[in-house]
């Protein structure tokens, strides 16, 4: 089975600091790894995604990712915090091969101060 | 495109009612879901469906209907409405199996 951990449902960061959003994930086989980014009253959309090759993945808005299997992790990172990223974050992941269903995590809530 | 759009935006039901949640593609995307999410929960998969004609049970099912009877048409029933479908619902589709989800703008439900 596939599962998703994301540390913190709320995470607060001074506007210019270094964003940290951390994802763990459990899968038998190697896997498909997805983050998205819900701002208020909208739906869902991409920002970034790892599926297989390079480990360091950039995504838009300057979020960028690094799948690190040893650690069965896939941290969503951003040098420097702007007003507008506030939202909530969601980390998702699907096995290759396997079910097309992907599993979410609970979200983590990105607060920004100015 | 439109990409997935989702009617209605809100809505209000009495407990026991029944209700038909809209969902629309119009990317010739072959797979479909519907998910809800309540807070601090993330998004649990209601149903899904991986071409016309073709649904399936996601993980928290109960009390939900679905069918597909078009590739751009993915409706939700809710069949007795309870308190416990208060929630937003999301509609999301994807061209290939395991690729990008693009969502609906989500349905905001409140059952008494």
């Known amino acids: 089975a596939q599962s998703v951990t994301q540390l913190g449902s709320h995470v607060s960061v001074s506007e210019g600091a270094l964003v940290l959003l951390r994802c763990n994930y459990s899968?038998?086989?190697?896997?498909?790894l997805f983050w998205y980014v819900q701002y208020p009253n909208q739906g869902l959309q991409l920002l970034l995604k790892?599926?297989?090759?390079?480990?360091l993945v950039k995504g838009i808005n300057g979020f960028e990712a690094e799948f690190k299997k040893s650690e069965t992790s896939f941290h969503l990172t951003k040098p420097s915090a702007h007003m507008s990223d506030a939202a909530e974050y969601f980390c998702?992941?699907?096995?290759?091969?396997?079910?097309?269903?992907?599993?979410f995590g609970r979200g983590t809530s990105l607060i920004v101060h100015p | 495109n439109a990409g997935v759009t989702q009617t209605p935006k809100f809505q209000v039901l009495k407990t026991g009612q029944s209700m038909t949640l809209q969902c629309a593609q119009d990317?010739?995307?072959?797979?479909m879901s519907w998910y809800r999410q309540d807070p601090g929960m993330g998004l649990r998969l209601i149903h899904y469906?991986?071409?016309?004609?073709?649904?399936d049970q996601g993980e928290v099912p109960n009390g939900y209907n679905v069918s597909r009877s078009t590739t751009e048409d993915f409706p939700l029933r809710l069949l007795s409405a309870a308190p416990s479908q208060t929630s937003v619902y999301f509609c999301?589709?994807?061209?290939?199996?395991?690729?990008?989800?693009?969502f609906g703008p989500g349905t905001r439900l409140t059952v008494l």
């Open positions: 999301a589709s994807s061209y290939t199996r395991g690729d990008t989800q693009y």
């Open positions: 899968s038998s086989v190697p896997p498909y």
């Open positions: 790892y599926t297989t090759g390079a480990t």
């Open positions: 998702a992941v699907r096995i290759s091969g396997g079910s097309y269903i992907p599993t």
């Open positions: 990317m010739n995307h072959e797979y």
């Open positions: 469906s991986v071409g016309a004609g073709i649904t």
